[in-house]
């Protein structure tokens, strides 16, 4: 059975690429959920980051991170120090709730 979150990320991603076929390849998904232990040690020592954003939007020049929530989901430890490093960088982190919230997101970033 898919998690709300889940379902959610698919729909933004199939959204994304009908809307914006010329922006293939822009958004990008972070795989940071391992299947196990001895796999989740292989991920870290090849780079994967606990709390990484779900999403990241690559668009002229900059990058935008957006962490994917179920309607009443809530942020992790590991997401809230992945948002404190990446804004401190000044770059942009967004959480989203809904599909309506991540339209509404890319139309402002996109401009179109």
């Not at 709300?4 to 690429?17: N, W």
């Not at 299947?35 to 690559?58: E, F, H, P, Q, T």
């Not at 962490?67 to 401190?88: D, F, H, M, N």
């Amino acid at each position: 059975m898919k998690r709300p979150e889940q379902t959610l990320q698919q729909s933004c991603i199939r959204y994304f690429a009908y809307q914006y076929p010329s922006l293939n390849g822009c958004l990008c998904a972070n795989l940071n959920n391992s299947k196990d232990a001895r796999i989740g040690g292989i991920n870290k020592s090849m780079g994967v980051i606990a709390g990484r954003s779900d999403l990241v939007l690559y668009f002229k020049g900059k990058a935008y991170h957006i962490e994917v929530k179920a309607p009443r989901g809530r942020q992790s430890q590991a997401q809230k120090e992945w948002q404190r490093i990446i804004e401190s960088q000044d770059f942009d982190y967004f959480i989203i709730y809904s599909f309506d919230e991540f339209m509404d997101l890319i139309k402002i970033i996109v401009g179109y």
